[in-house]
Every structure is written in C-alpha cells, then in structure tokens.
C-alpha cells in the first residue's frame, strides 16, 4: 500500500528490527519500488484504503502474491537463511495463537482484526506469537505484580473490560501459558533451522534467536505460576490459602530466568536496555515482587519463616 504516498516528499515504513528481518526485506523492497514484484494496492478513497488495512492484517485477507509458494515472503526467508532454513524460518515467523478462551463482545471490537483487538487483557492483543520480543508484555504485566493493581490507566482498562482482579490474573496465567508454547515451538523451529545448513552470516542471529528462547521459557513458567498464586491469593476469604507453594515455584524459575538472562545477555548500550535490557530488569523485578507477597504469607523463598 505504499502506493498510497505517491507525490509525497518523505515517507516512513515501520520496517520491523532484529526480530522481523523478513519484514524488513519486504518493506525495504516495496519502498523503493511501491510496485515491486507486480503486486499492490491503490485504494482511492479513505474507507476503502482502512478496509484493505485491516483485511492485510489476518490470515484469511492475505495477499497469495506475498504469502503464497511463490510469494516475496518466502523467497525473503530463502534469501535470509538459505534454500533449506528459509522454508523453517518462514513457518517460525508465522508461529502465533489466540490467547483468549472467552470472547469480548463490544460493539468496537466487531469490525478489528483478530491481530489488533484487546477485548481479552489491558492494552494487550489477543493474539500472541513465537517472537521472543516481550519488553512490552512485561511492562505491562508488571503493574499487577503488587497485592493491589494502582495504575490509573491500567485501572481504566480493567474497567472497560469489566474484570475484576483476580479475573486479570486468571487471564494472565492462560497468555503466559500460550506464550510459553509458541516459545518452546518457536525454540524447536529455530533449532531445526542451526541444523539445515543455513547461510553462514545468518548462524549468530539464529544462535541469539536460541538463547533467547532459553532464557524466556523459565520467565514465561514463573509468570503463569506467579499469576496462579495471585488469582489464589485473591480468593474469597483472602487468606492466601494455597497460593504459597505456587509461589515458591514462581520465585525459583524467576531467579532461574534472572540469573541465565545475566549470564546470557551483557550490559546492553542502549540506555533502555532493548529487548535483553528489559529481561534482566523484569526478571529480577519479578523475583523482588515473589517475596514481597511471600512475606505477605509469612514466609520467605523456600519456606524460610518470616
């Protein structure tokens, strides 16, 4: 659709980053030629240039000449990772799930692509992939990680979404639940690939790609037991019957995720810290907020009375 531009001075393409090479290639190509391999898309009017938007972003509205066999997709995987990494690293890409297992019914949300609605969780799409990119997720789900959720905005989401906090918690266990199995595909996708002779300047991304998910799936484990022991610990009477030894597991594979991201991922230079900055910090965040409800419990990591 870059098409739609024509005549204009300067344009920027989200061109996606380390963890979305193939959309990289893609929007480089279409930048320089917006009728690159024969394919695209002029819609003359507003409503017609949205709906065309929308419809590109699911699966059923996408266009065969970039998906199909002979797509610019897959020669871009094949040009990326070689002639027999590319066909499995165009499937990883594509690893991805529906989170909610219950389904909002807001007027607004009737006419948005699945890959765009938040009808499940604040702020959060309700489709999830393989991607070990989750700066934004932990961020996110770091405002429940206190007895009491208090931020103003999160707040307002919930209530827009009618949930009650120990419902936000139970919710959290299922999408950390399905992010830590598209994270174990994603991980065997990538493994297959280090094993199909891919393209040598391709091997340390793929290897990154790989510690990445290790690092992850013990994270992705303590948040859905952490989010289990808060939807206990915010029953009916609220005694924290139960959730402790939930706990207990949560902060053993936290400190786990915080010592291997340590090991793993240097100081980053960007000041925010990127992806691996944000794994470091969360981690360990996580395992501080384990013990404060711990405490809560009165009990410290490993039964330790307080």
């Known amino acids: 659709?870059?098409?739609?531009?024509?005549?204009?001075?300067?344009?920027?393409?989200?061109?996606?980053?380390?963890?979305?090479?193939?959309?990289?290639?893609?929007?480089?190509?279409?930048?320089?030629?917006?009728?690159?391999?024969?394919?695209?898309?002029?819609?003359?009017?507003?409503?017609?240039?949205?709906?065309?938007?929308?419809e590109f972003m699911s699966e059923e509205g996408e266009p065969p000449e970039l998906f199909g066999p002979a797509g610019i997709y897959p020669a871009a995987c094949n040009l990326l990772y070689g002639s027999k990494a590319g066909p499995i690293m165009a499937s990883y890409y594509r690893e991805s799930a529906d989170v909610p297992d219950t389904r909002g019914e807001s007027a607004d949300l009737q006419n948005t692509p699945a890959s765009m609605r938040s009808s499940y969780l604040p702020m959060v799409w309700d489709r999830a992939y393989a991607?070990?990119?989750?700066?934004?997720?932990?961020?996110?789900?770091s405002q429940t990680w206190n007895a009491e959720i208090t931020n103003e905005r999160y707040g307002k989401e919930m209530a827009r979404l009618k949930l009650t906090p120990r419902e936000?918690?139970?919710?959290?266990?299922?999408?950390?639940?399905?992010?830590?199995?598209?994270?174990?595909r994603g991980a065997e996708d990538v493994e297959k690939a280090l094993r199909a002779d891919p393209r040598p300047n391709c091997i340390e991304d793929l290897k990154f790609l790989k510690?990445?998910?290790?690092?992850?799936?013990?994270?992705?484990?303590a948040l859905a037991d952490f989010h289990r022991a808060m939807e206990k610990y915010l029953a009916p009477p609220q005694?924290?019957?139960?959730?402790?030894?939930?706990?207990?597991k949560a902060w053993d594979e936290a400190k786990r995720?915080?010592?291997?991201?340590?090991?793993?991922?240097?100081?980053?230079?960007?000041?925010?810290?990127?992806?691996?900055?944000?794994?470091?910090?969360?981690?360990?965040?996580?395992?501080?907020?384990?013990?404060?409800m711990l405490k809560r419990a009165g009990e410290g990591p490993r039964g330790?009375?307080?």
């Open 168 to 184: 936000v918690h139970r919710r959290l266990v299922r999408r950390w639940t399905v992010l830590g199995e598209l994270n174990a």
């Open 257 to 292: 995720a915080h010592e291997l991201a340590v090991k793993a991922f240097g100081p980053p230079i960007d000041p925010a810290g990127g992806e691996v900055g944000a794994i470091r910090n969360y981690s360990g965040r996580l395992t501080e907020a384990i013990q404060n």
């Open 211 to 221: 510690t990445s998910f290790e690092v992850d799936q013990p994270l992705m484990q």
């Open 304 to 306: 330790e009375k307080l």
């Open 131 to 141: 991607i070990p990119k989750h700066w934004r997720d932990l961020a996110l789900d």
């Open 1 to 54: 659709m870059n098409a739609l531009f024509q005549g204009a001075t300067g344009m920027y393409n989200f061109s996606g980053d380390f963890y979305g090479e193939p959309m990289e290639v893609i929007n480089a190509e279409y930048t320089w030629n917006t009728r690159s391999t024969g394919f695209f898309r002029d819609p003359k009017q507003h409503d017609a240039a949205v709906r065309l938007w929308q």
């Open 239 to 248: 005694s924290g019957a139960g959730a402790t030894q939930d706990f207990q």
